[in-house]
């Protein structure tokens, strides 16, 4: 006997909703999902890499606009300070306590 077909459920449809972080920076806005942060991010932030930290964060387009907007590595460090208070805003305890 054929089983029935389920009924889809609209919200099936819809996009994933995580947790995700807005950083207003200098007239820029980036932005990433704290749900979709790989371990190996986290592994080159606690290393001490943090522009490949950032950079695997961002995914390549927001890291070319960040780069083209600041090509100086003296704003790097204010720039990780706002994506981990933005990201600490969430509630992501790894991320706020590593700053």
Known sequence: ???????PDPA???PPRGRVVTVDYEG??????LDKVTIS???DYDD???IRAVRAILGPDQWAEYKSRHPLGVDLD???AALLAAAGALGNSSASSAS
């Open 28 to 33: 820029q806005t980036y932005t990433y999902d």
């Open 78 to 80: 204010r720039f990780i």
């Open 12 to 14: 099936d449809d819809a």
């Open 41 to 43: 991010a986290l592994e």
């Open 1 to 7: 006997m054929p089983r029935p077909m389920p009924v």
């Open 48 to 50: 001490g890499k943090y």
